[in-house]
């Protein structure tokens, strides 16, 4: 099971987020670049950077500050955050991105998910972001009327082979997954004709709770608060990625 450090970005700076909530912000370092180079010295052999302004407003606001985050390090950066268009995709690419996140996209505008399935293949990974059950977009301000299992089965339709779930109300909480709605999504992803791949992410915060979604069987966990106030140290939870 992969351990992904996550780097979110609000105004140029690395920040974390209680529950999406763009109110209930911390900063954590004034340079994402930083906290990059730290993972990647820690031993992260893949980061999650999301554009927060992003995700909010509907188009990439932190791309120069992204950009600077691909070129500082070598390991895998998956990008997110805003990202509405085939455009957009291409340029993260193009600047060293491994693989690029949609998850407003997803929901509101299918044809570009097809289109960019079709193009980049496994180098789109989707966002399911649920509030009690119910699929979030709009940067987590906006519930749809989707549940976020029957999404989950559109995706795997549209040849999508990669997921990341997130329970919003369990992200920047330090209070643990929610594992029975993960075991729910990798269940459902698992047993479509055409299976996904599901990375956790949201309240992840000690070793016991990576040894139960290794156990689930996601592919990989995105850790974000926990990292930044030592709640979990990085070389423990790689450790107990593997063990």
């Not at 390090?73 to 509405?84: E, F, L, N, Y």
């Not at 987590?140 to 109300?169: H, K, N, P």
């Not at 990576?210 to 990292?227: D, H, S, T």
């Amino acid at each position: 099971m992969e351990i992904i450090p996550a780097i979110d970005i609000r105004g140029g700076r690395c920040v974390r987020l209680d529950q999406g909530d763009y109110d209930r912000e911390t900063v954590f370092a004034d340079d994402p670049v930083d906290a990059a180079r730290r993972w990647e010295k820690a031993g992260a052999s893949r980061l999650h950077v999301v554009d927060l302004d992003g995700a909010r407003d509907g188009k990439p606001q932190n791309e120069d500050v992204i950009r600077r985050v691909i070129e500082a390090v070598s390991v895998d950066v998956q990008v997110g955050g805003g990202v509405r268009d085939v455009s957009a995709i291409e340029r993260y690419l193009k600047a060293g991105a491994d693989r690029v996140a949609l998850g407003t996209a997803a929901v509101k505008d299918q044809t570009t998910l097809v289109n960019a399935v079709s193009l980049f293949r496994g180098r789109i990974i989707v966002g399911v972001d649920a509030r009690d059950g119910m699929v979030a977009t709009e940067g987590w301000r906006e519930t749809s009327e989707m549940r976020a299992l029957d999404l989950v089965g559109q995706l795997s339709e549209f040849g999508v082979e990669r997921i990341f779930y997130t329970d919003i109300s369990r992200d920047g909480m330090l209070g643990g997954p929610n594992f029975p709605a993960i075991q729910e999504v990798v269940e459902r992803a698992a047993g479509l004709p055409s299976p996904m791949a599901v990375i956790a992410a949201g309240g992840v915060s000690a070793l016991e709770h990576l040894r139960r979604l290794r156990l689930i069987g996601v592919e990989g966990a995105i850790i974000g608060q926990a990292l930044y106030t030592g709640a979990l140290d990085i070389g423990e939870a790689l450790a107990a990625a593997q063990a």
